[in-house]
């Protein structure tokens, strides 16, 4: 059974000057056949989709220089990605964003050495 929650979270939107409050809307997790996945969505301002296939390369970053070095979301794919895992996201301008982070239950090395 997914588990749900809400959280306050400030957020800073690269069009908007002040700060905003986001408000995470769905937190879900769950196993898929031999992996397990998280889902976390928000009801901020989406992200741009010219900006969304960006996100994840390093130094890439829509905030002010200086506010931000880009890697947060960079390192996070690197990590996921050597865990044999995948990161996705949906976006749409206006109706915020899903994160999804899926990971094999086993690792490939430990599923050879079970064998």
Partial sequence: MPRLARIKL???VASVASVASVT????????TGDKVWIAIGD?????P??????????????????SGSGLGLSISYGIIAKHHG???I??????????????PIKQPHEMHATK
């Fill in 10 to 12: 400030p957020h800073s």
């Fill in 24 to 31: 995470l809307q769905r937190v879900s997790t769950g196993q």
């Fill in 43 to 47: 009801d901020g301002a989406g992200i």
């Fill in 49 to 66: 989709a010219d900006v969304l296939p960006r996100i994840f390369d390093p130094f890439f970053t829509t905030k002010a220089i200086g």
């Fill in 86 to 88: 995948t990161i996705g």
């Fill in 90 to 103: 949906t976006s749409a301008a206006g109706e915020g964003t899903l994160m999804r982070v899926e990971l």
